[in-house]
C-alpha cells in the first residue's frame, strides 16, 4: 500500500517537472521569438556589438565555443562534480555560488539535479540501472542522445531519494526550481548585445556544450576507449592522453582513476598523466578559495610492483 502511494507521488512529481520544463522551453521559445523581431526595429539587425562577427566569422564563433566549453565543464568538474558530489574539495561560498550562477545559465542545470543523478551512475555504474552507460545502450546512443536519458533519470524514484538528502540552501532550491529562467535571460542578453542571428548561435553553441563534453565525452567516450589503471568494476577508461580533449573537459577523461577512487581530487595518478581541473583546484587553494579535503591515493605499478606517490 505505501509502496504504491509512493509510486503514485513519484508519478505526479514527474508530471510537475514535466509540465514545468515544458512551460519554460515554451517561455524560451517566446522570449527569442519576441526578441528576433523586437531588436532589429529598436537597435538594430546586429545589435550593440554583431558587426565583430562580420569579419572571420567561423574563427571567432568557434574560439567563443572552445573556451565557453573549457570554462563550463571546469566549473561542473570543480563544483558539481568533485565538491558538491564526492567531497574532494571546499570551495569558499561565494566561488561556489559563481560556478553554480555560471552552469545554470549556460547549462541550465541545477546541483541538486547534477548530483542526485551522477551519484546513481556510481552506484549503477555500467548496469543495465546506468542512466547513461553505453555498454548497456550504445557509444552513439550516449554520445548523441545521453542528454535525454540524463533528462529522464532526474525523475526516477530512486534518483529522486538521493536528490532529497542533498542538503541545498535557498538560492540552490531556486536554481532547481527554476531551471530555465538563467538560460532565458541570457539568450535575451545576447541576442541584444550581437543580434538576433549571432545571439542565437552563441546560445545554441552554449547549450550544446554540455551533451557534447560532459554526457558525449567523458560517459560516452571515457567508458568505451582507453586503458586501465585499475579494475573499478566497470568499464571506465583513461583518455586523458587526449590532451586537446581533456583540457576541454578539465581532466575528466582519466574517468578509470576516478571510477576507482572517487573522493581524490586529483584524476591523475601517473607521471605522464595531467589533470587540468586540479591545476585549477590548486591554485584556488593557494589563494584561498578552495581547501582540499579528499585524500589523493598512491598509484602501485602492476608491473614492476613500485609504489608510486601522488602530491597534492
Known amino acids: 500500500m505505501l509502496q504504491d502511494v509512493g509510486k503514485i507521488c513519484s508519478s505526479r512529481d514527474m508530471k510537475k517537472s514535466t509540465l514545468i520544463d515544458v512551460g519554460f522551453i515554451f517561455l524560451l521559445i517566446s522570449a527569442w521569438a519576441i526578441a528576433w523581431t523586437a531588436i532589429p526595429m529598436g537597435i538594430g539587425t546586429n545589435g550593440f556589438f554583431g558587426n565583430f562577427f562580420l569579419t572571420h566569422t567561423v574563427l571567432k564563433l568557434a574560439t567563443i565555443f572552445v573556451v565557453m ?6 566549473a561542473m568538474s570543480i563544483c558539481f562534480h568533485r565538491q558538491h558530489t564526492h567531497q574532494a574539495l571546499r570551495l569558499s561560498k561565494g566561488v561556489d555560488m559563481a560556478m553554480q550562477t555560471w552552469l545554470w ?10 548530483v542526485s543523478v551522477h551519484v546513481y551512475h556510481h552506484v549503477y555504474s555500467d548496469t543495465d540501472k546506468d542512466p547513461h552507460s553505453p555498454k548497456q545502450k550504445g557509444l552513439a546512443h550516449v554520445f548523441f542522445l545521453g542528454v535525454f536519458d540524463y533528462a529522464k533519470a532526474k525523475g526516477w524514484p530512486e534518483v529522486r531519494k538521493i536528490r532529497e538528502r542533498i542538503p541545498a540552501n535557498a538560492y540552490e532550491r531556486f536554481i532547481a526550481g527554476h531551471t530555465f529562467m538563467a538560460p532565458v535571460i541570457l539568450t535575451a542578453l545576447l541576442m541584444i548585445a550581437f543580434g538576433p542571428k549571432y545571439g ?15 554526457v558525449g565525452g567523458v560517459n560516452a567516450l571515457a ?3 582507453g586503458y586501465q589503471n585499475y579494475d573499478s568494476k566497470d568499464e571506465s577508461r583513461n583518455l586523458g592522453f587526449l590532451v586537446p580533449l581533456n583540457w576541454i573537459i578539465a581532466g575528466e577523461l582519466d574517468h578509470n582513476n576516478h571510477h576507482k577512487y572517487p573522493k581524490s581530487p586529483n584524476f591523475a595518478h601517473r607521471w605522464f598523466e595531467f589533470d587540468f581541473g586540479f591545476f585549477y583546484v590548486r591554485g584556488l587553494n593557494s589563494i584561498g578559495l578552495a581547501a582540499i579535503t579528499g585524500t589523493v591515493p598512491r598509484y602501485v605499478d602492476v608491473v614492476s610492483k613500485s609504489e608510486v606517490a601522488i602530491t597534492a
Open 69 to 74: 566549453a573549457h570554462l563550463t565543464i571546469s
Open 105 to 114: 545559465a549556460i547549462s541550465s542545470i541545477s546541483k541538486l539535479d547534477w
Open 200 to 214: 542565437t548561435i552563441l546560445s545554441v553553441l552554449n547549450f550544446a556544450i554540455t551533451p557534447l563534453f560532459a
Open 223 to 225: 567508458h568505451a576507449f
